[in-house]
């Protein structure tokens, strides 16, 4: 997989980069300053092709984003097995992510099939169509910074992890985990077992005892419900006399009822009280007792006539209160009102009358006097009329003296008429006014007879007794039935005194008291019957709860059996799982150390084509034990040294060099196209001249490891001259766009295509392609292998290193095409530092696929 372009707007340290074109072969430069984006660019490849970095796990994802922008947008253009790709991926600050992957042409331009959309989608058809993860890129082909190794014991842990030792000893250790936890498992099973069956041994007598005690409580069932059909006789005849006590004492709350009732309601209950001492519904209590039933009879007669009579003088009573109250106080034509206006108007009229006549009498007898007495002088001549000037005109007439005399005697007779009516008006006037005070005296009679009425229908209380406000009213029906009701309750006091209602019920007592006597009786009976079945009952229960006590027991015993019987298959399930974590245990030992024994020796005879470029041809020979140590051959001591008496730029630079050898391994066993290589500031702590010989190396390592990038703060002149492309980045400077096709690239020469012994070593193993850092699995014939076979085999699989090309590349210059380049060109290095030549075979070193 080869990187063609790489575009992104606000990631990290830039807002926006652009750089298009990257050249399918060569040594490419990053070369700036501290903080100016160097490892952002590398970061942006991760980012692309696998949505995070190395640096997300101490972090948020949210933070590749520029800190002066909301999202970010990467897109990165790639080449893989002759066919042009696309990845798109955005991502805003709420952590929305979105990717695509898109076919393209190699030469670029717009995107075509869209393959994946979608992060987990893109994911996945990455790792299928790349055979790429985030993991297997960090370990092969990028180098972080800072990841260096500079003692002995990174040194070991970093073959581990290449070799994939950490993940079998990470499975041996796991298994030798679960191998623990299944013993103590074991254990633990062996003893709930041991606890189980003791637990069982101490229920089994308690269990037998069932039997018996079943046989116990059937004879217990058999009494307890005899004993209860003794309580379910007695409870009837309890029944039975609570009934007849209860008809008894219903009877004496009627009677004495009857004291406080209404006449009406008191009636009623005596009629139905005889009734029922006569027909054949009397209580049982008073059949045959003929001493109490035929008294009582005879009162319930007498009380009901006094009923009647009280009730008669109620009606009577209210009969004279709605009469008294029309004639008293409505204003009817019947009314005393009406009659009282009547004869007053009666009385004034009259009296008018009896004044006007007598006025009239008055006047017609001075008249009639008046003409008599003229009339008779004129007709005798007394002298009288000579006074008067009308009648000395008629002197000469003696006969008008005896007209005027007998007009006199005319209006004499209409006088005594009126006098008469005047009589008559006074006598008409007296009697108005009698009739007036009779009224007066009816009205008062008559509101007294109301307001007793009233009182006696309001206040009047049940019983015989009608009250004293009775009397009072003076209608003559009121009065008559009063008086008959006053005689009926003298026979009744003289007979039962004034509570006849009580002293009728007071006649029931002794049948009541042979009643209770009885009821308590059999209530006694009762109470014996009912503590003999609690008695009976409760040693059926304590029977009952101890065969169930038993068979919970019992159930308890079979559970723990059935419990004991799976623990005893869970412990057999355990000690199978048991012997295969210990022969997966015993399989990872040799496994390991089968891959120690192949890899450590291999590695070493791989080292040694790049030992003398990376340590500046001061070790020429190399070692790496089963165990991982490392030894170097240095001619001035004629000797092997330790790992712990080798420099740190050293010990860098065979780090270095393992992780070149490994990337070209994986990539001849799982990508098998060429590829890109990133190293982020990879010789920290080498001196200028192995830098100088690294970098010149690299160009040449592989035909696989064709795009190397390499990302450094700060070189000199000679080191820059080794780049084909270089890349300048400044602190500060945001936006980076460039098309590196503009620039002059030199032609490199590719690796020769030769014979390749690793793919023949490969053809000799399994068919398998093994991932990375996943050891492959030895077989029982490898592992029983003896320790000459090993060695064979080792041999097998190591470089061919061939000592006089060693010896003649130590006398010869590495050959470098000299080119002018833009903006670098490549040199050839001063010949006071002559490098020793590297082999162009680099199919002839490899690692071993595990």
């Not at 000037?389 to 006088?415: D, H, K, N, S, Y």
């Not at 015989?464 to 003076?474: A, I, Q």
């Not at 936006?735 to 590719?750: C, G, H, I, S, Y």
Request: overall charge negative; charged content about 30%; glycine content about 6%.
């Amino acid at each position: 997989m080869l990187i063609r372009s790489l575009r992104a707007e606000g990631f990290l340290k830039f807002r926006k980069i652009r750089i298009e074109n990257f050249p399918r072969r060569g040594l490419i430069g990053i070369i700036g300053p501290n903080e100016s984006g160097k490892s952002t660019i590398g970061q942006l490849f991760q980012f692309a092709l696998f949505g995070t970095t190395h640096h997300v796990v101490r972090g948020s994802i949210i933070d590749l984003i520029h800190w002066e922008d909301d999202h970010c947008v990467v897109e990165l253009d790639l080449e893989h097995d002759g066919e042009g790709f696309r990845i798109w991926r955005e991502m805003d600050r709420l952590g929305t992510s979105f990717a695509r992957l898109m076919r393209i042409s190699k030469s670029g331009g717009s995107p075509g099939e869209e393959i994946a959309s979608g992060i987990i989608q893109v994911q996945r058809e990455v790792q299928r169509r790349f055979h790429l993860a985030a993991t297997e890129t960090l370990q092969s082909f990028y180098l972080a910074e800072r990841e260096s190794v500079t003692n002995p014991e990174q040194f070991r842990a970093y073959l581990d992890r290449v070799a994939g030792i950490d993940v079998l000893q990470g499975a041996r250790s796991d298994a030798r985990n679960a191998l623990d936890l299944l013993e103590r498992d074991f254990t633990s099973v062996q003893e709930e077992i041991h606890r189980n069956e003791l637990h069982m041994s101490r229920l089994q007598p308690n269990i037998d005892k069932i039997p018996e005690l079943e046989i116990d409580l059937s004879d217990r069932d058999v009494k307890v419900e005899e004993a209860r059909s003794r309580v379910r006789d007695l409870q009837r005849k309890v029944e039975h006399e609570q009934n007849k006590r209860d008809e008894v004492q219903k009877i004496q709350q009627e009677l004495r009822a009857l004291d406080t009732i209404e006449a009406k309601e008191a009636l009623r209950k005596c009629n139905g009280l005889i009734g029922l001492l006569q027909s054949d519904l009397t209580p049982e209590a008073l059949r045959d007792q003929d001493s109490v039933s035929n008294p009582l009879r005879k009162g319930l007669e007498k009380f009901a006539v006094a009923c009647k009579m009280r009730r008669l003088l109620d009606d009577h009573v209210e009969a004279a209160r709605d009469s008294l109250q029309i004639r008293v106080e409505e204003n009817a034509e019947n009314s005393i009102e009406f009659d009282l206006i009547q004869q007053k108007q009666n009385n004034v009229t009259t009296a008018l009358s009896g004044k006007r006549y007598r006025v009239l009498a008055f006047f017609f007898f001075v008249i009639a006097i008046s003409g008599l007495v003229l009339g008779l002088d004129h007709f005798f001549g007394w002298g009288i009329g000579d006074y008067v000037p009308l009648l000395m005109q008629f002197e000469l007439e003696p006969r008008i003296g005896m007209l005027i005399a007998a007009g006199g005697a005319g209006f004499l007779g209409l006088g005594c008429w009126f006098a008469s009516l005047a009589s008559i008006a006074k006598q008409n006037r007296f009697e108005a006014e009698a009739n007036i005070s009779r009224l007066n005296m009816e009205m008062e009679v008559g509101k007294t007879s109301l307001e007793a009425a009233r009182a006696h229908l309001s206040l009047a209380s049940g019983g015989l007794d009608p009250g004293d406000e009775v009397g009072e009213c003076r209608i003559s029906s009121v009065l008559n039935t009063l008086e008959s009701l006053r005689k009926a309750r003298r026979e009744i006091h003289g007979a039962m005194g004034d509570r006849p209602g009580d002293f009728l019920s007071r006649s029931l007592k002794k049948p009541l008291d042979r009643v209770r006597s009885a009821l308590k009786e059999r209530r006694k009976n009762l109470d014996e019957s009912n503590d003999s079945v609690k008695r009976l009952r409760s040693k059926r229960d304590r029977i009952q709860s101890e065969i169930r006590e038993y068979q919970n027991q019992d159930g308890r015993r079979r559970a723990l059996e059935e419990f004991s019987n799976g623990l005893r298959k869970k412990s057999l399930a355990i000690r199978e799982d048991m012997d295969i974590h210990r022969l997966l245990v015993e399989l990872l030992d040799e496994t390991i150390e089968s891959v120690r024994m192949r890899a450590g020796p291999s590695l070493g005879k791989g080292l040694c084509r790049l030992l003398p470029h990376l340590t500046g041809g001061r070790y020429r020979d190399a070692q790496v034990t089963p165990e991982f140590e490392i030894r170097l051959f240095t001619g001035e001591k004629s000797d092997f040294l330790q790992a712990h008496e080798l420099s740190g730029g050293t010990l860098q630079g065979i780090s270095f060099g393992f992780r070149l050898a490994f990337a070209q391994a994986f990539v001849r066993a799982v990508t098998e196209s060429p590829q890109f290589l990133f190293l982020d500031e990879p010789f920290p702590a080498m001196d200028r001249k192995r830098v100088l010989r690294t970098l010149q190396a690299l160009p040449r390592l592989s035909q696989e490891l064709s795009q190397v990038i390499v990302a450094h703060p700060d070189l000199d002149a000679d080191a820059r001259r080794s780049f084909d492309l270089l890349i300048e980045t400044e602190v500060g400077v945001d936006n980076l766009e460039l098309d590196l096709a503009t620039m002059e690239m030199p032609k490199v020469p590719a690796p020769p295509k030769e014979s390749r012994p690793a793919k023949k070593v490969r053809s000799e193993l399994p068919e398998s392609k093994p991932e990375f850092s996943k050891p492959q699995a030895f077989d029982a014939s490898v592992a029983e292998t003896d320790e000459a076979r090993s060695n064979t085999k080792q041999d097998s699989l190591a470089p061919k290193v061939d000592e006089e090309s060693v010896q003649e590349a130590e006398n010869q210059e590495v050959a470098k095409p000299v080119a002018p380049v833009s903006p670098v060109t490549r040199q050839q290095p001063p010949e006071s530092s002559p490098p020793p030549p590297l082999q162009v075979e680099p199919d002839d070193w490899t690692i071993p696929e595990a």
